[in-house]
């Protein structure tokens, strides 16, 4: 019996503490991949299960795995009468 080994993907997250309580979540190199979740830690755990349900799709879909795009942050500052 041949052993399948899983190939293991590494994607940049954004987090976002909201002002209702919580944090929200989404993945820029994976479209439409968000979460959220009570606590820094629960939203990991969220978005996580959606990066491997949306992987897993692609998979049976036999469509391209998409590649970490780079990611960059930064701050601006602007004036607004």
Do not use: D, W
């Amino acid at each position: 019996m041949k052993k399948i080994s899983k190939k293991m993907f590494s994607y940049t997250v954004i987090y976002q503490a909201v002002k209702e309580g919580g944090y929200v979540s989404f993945v820029p190199s994976l479209q439409g991949c968000r979460a959220q979740g009570e606590t820094l830690e629960e939203t990991e755990k969220n978005i996580k299960e959606v990066i491997m349900l949306y992987l897993e799709s692609l998979i049976a879909h036999k469509e391209t795995i998409p590649q970490e795009i780079r990611v960059l942050q930064g701050k601006v500052e602007v004036s607004a009468c």
